[in-house]
């Protein structure tokens, strides 16, 4: 395998099609190998956690600005990553403004209490303070800047067909849980207003391919595209190389578009559990096909926005901890080195 760095450029590959982003970490803008890879690789940078709820609401500020509807935020981490960005001139998607996940618990606690059986605040109270935090953050970003970010993944996973009823919902969520559906039409309206020209709003989910999910997800598309809410579908894409089914998601893929929506893939990976020279082949073969399916649709005239690795090399995979087995699920080699699945998104 060739060193990742000598190899040409993927994102260069790609200029007429779509972008080509991966997730990044906090330590890799100040790892030179990192960094040198990204550059070279990558038109598009998302961050994997710094960008998230978690790491932008601040307890003790808020509980100290005494407001019940404003939740004090901090962005050194958020900017970090866009300073990073700006000085290479990579283009950022920003994920994520409203998930149920790495979301502080005293976020949706009434007074903003962080105790464990905290009182719930109102549905009233949430929808605000959604507004607010996303305002805030859009504001943010945009003023100080300029240009940078393409995309905002406005609402995260929000359907779960395993959850069941009403409307195959993520009921269990304390989003969903506050403000029942409600909080999905809330979160992109706030987002209109805080959006810049150029930018897109998205809705992001994984196992968007599945029949069931896709379904339920076009019903709520559909709702927001009603009152003009949303752009983008993302499709997240955390496959698993022994069932991924490509053509579940080019039907997907194309009954999104059939929309109207622009379309990115958002979270791409591919379990593999052995670095073998038979299963990275075969790793390879499936990155092919699937990058020729993403090729054809935009010659077509999808709109594919952009294709998102989730990471940049298999050492960086969120899927061996996940799995709690070894993955090795995108281009690059835990070495740094190009993968036969580099060849083969290459290979156009
Ligand atoms: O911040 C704490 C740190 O204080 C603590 O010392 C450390 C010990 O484990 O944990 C740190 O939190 C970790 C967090 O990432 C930030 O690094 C969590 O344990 C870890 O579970 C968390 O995982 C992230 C996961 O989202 C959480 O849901 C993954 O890195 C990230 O790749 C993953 O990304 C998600 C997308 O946002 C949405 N779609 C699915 C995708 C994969 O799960």
């Known amino acids: ?9 993927l994102f260069k590959a790609y200029e007429n099609y779509f972008r080509i982003g991966a997730a990044v970490n906090g330590r890799m803008p100040a790892d030179p190998a990192y960094d040198a890879l990204i550059c070279r690789h990558f038109s598009s940078i998302t961050a994997d956690n710094q960008m998230k709820p978690m790491f932008v609401m601040d307890h003790k500020a808020t509980l100290a600005g005494g407001d019940p509807l404003h939740a004090a935020v901090r962005f050194d981490w958020v900017d970090s990553l866009l300073s ?59 003023t100080a800047f300029p240009g940078l970010v393409y995309t905002w993944d406005v609402v995260n996973e929000a359907i779960e067909p395993d959850q069941g009823a009403p409307g195959l919902y993520r009921t269990r969520s304390p989003w969903y849980m506050a403000c029942g559906e409600d909080f999905l039409p809330a979160a992109f309206r706030a987002a209109r207003k805080g959006q810049a020209p150029g930018q897109t709003l998205c809705y992001n989910d994984y196992n968007a391919f599945d029949p069931v999910k896709r379904d339920a997800i076009i ?31 080019e ?10 929506l622009n379309l990115q893939v958002t979270e791409l990976d591919i379990h593999c559990n052995s670095g073998s020279d038979e299963a990275q082949q075969k790793l390879a073969q499936l990155y092919g096909d699937y990058f020729a399916m993403l090729r054809k649709l935009k010659d077509e005239g999808v709109r594919i926005e952009a294709v998102t690795f989730w990471g940049v090399t298999d050492a960086d995979s969120w899927l061996t901890g996940f799995r709690r087995e070894t993955s090795y699920p995108l281009l690059f080699s835990r070495e740094k080195k190009a993968k036969p699945a580099y060849d083969a998104v290459m290979n156009m």
């Open 84 to 142: 990073y960005a700006r000085e290479k001139g990579i283009a950022v998607r920003y994920h994520t403004l409203a998930w149920h996940n790495q979301t502080p618990r005293w976020f949706f606690a009434k007074d903003w209490s962080d105790a464990e059986d905290a009182e719930p605040a109102s549905k009233e109270t949430m929808l605000t303070r959604l507004e607010n935090y996303i305002l805030d953050v859009m504001n943010h970003v945009n």
């Open 219 to 249: 019903d709520l598309l559909k709702k927001l595209q009603a009152e003009n809410l949303v752009d983008t579908m993302g499709m997240q894409g955390h496959y698993v190389m022994n069932n991924m089914d490509i053509s579940l998601c």
């Open 1 to 9: 395998m060739k060193d990742a760095l000598q190899c040409p450029s």
């Open 251 to 260: 039907a997907a893929s194309r009954a999104y578009a059939a929309l109207g």
